[in-house]
């Protein structure tokens, strides 16, 4: 409840610069705990859960389980509904997704050098755990943060199809865009679209059905001067700074995290397998291993889905980016 709290309130009042983020997050989750709703800011709630989380939900489900089976080649792992614990994994992520691109995501102004420097908040580059990771992504479990990672490729992915649809009827400053040429500028409309939050993510993929209004609404965005500072940077470097991780803390000193139960606060089993009982100390390795894992979303599923010997070798062969 918490951070659907989270997500309606930076919806509805982002902050607006990096200390007003720092002060939001400095108390996020336990402000939330507390806070008193209005009836309107309910029925608000209500209306959003299902007009956009419960459809997205749905659709990454499907999309996800599908990648998952012919990932690993077996087919009938399409056909496994799904747990009411899977769906409740997607569903924080997508609100958790939804929070993260209302803090960090597309605003004019916000990211300029004088006041906002993303490489001061997550520095992707520092094997110490630098105070600013606790910003954001060290406010949840590894396997948590990872399922953000997941619903944003998946993002990313359809709205690279998108891009690619579209190709032809694209320009940029009045000249065709092509995006397996232009790749810097498409790299930053992709960030940028990806970093706009679930209601585009929602009309483009489900809610829009004419060809030509969706052509529009991706031309704006390719006219679109702003810039998105929301999960552009590496997975990687989040581990550090996780499990009670400090300054003076050899990395990789955590107890370790072997699969207990399919519970939503433990982590998954593919995670467990992934860490070999969860160290997650040697990290810098596995940049391309683990976009693949989250391309068919390894930290959503219950053991059910991945106790089968092809989706342990699918997890298996990361194992060998480390």
Known sequence: MQDIIAAHQTA????ENKDQIQRFLSTYPESQINHVLTGQQLVYMVWYHFKYILPLRNSYFDWASHKLADSSGINSLA??????TEMLRITKA????QLGCNLFGTEPDMFNEASFDIDEIFNDRSAIV???NDWFLRKF????VEAIFCIYRWAGSFYEELFAYHRGDLSIDGERFHPDEDVVEFTEKLDILSGAGLPLLYNLMIGITDFYAILYTVQQVLDDPYRSAFLEWDTRFCYNAFNGH???DPLGSEPPLPFTSDAVDKPPLAWTMLWQNGKVSDIGHLKHGIQSLQSWGFVMWDSERTQYEGVRA?????????
Not at 12 to 15: E, I
Not at 79 to 84: A, E, G, L, V, W
Not at 94 to 97: A, D, E, S
Not at 141 to 144: G, S, T, V
């Open 246 to 248: 400090h300054e003076t």
């Open 141 to 144: 479990e590894p396997w948590d």
């Open 79 to 84: 056909r496994i509904p799904p747990t009411q």
């Open 94 to 97: 997508l609100y958790r997704y």
């Open 130 to 132: 630098d105070e600013k």
């Open 314 to 322: 699918l997890v298996g062969r990361q194992w060998k980016w480390r």
């Open 12 to 15: 509805t009042s982002a902050p």
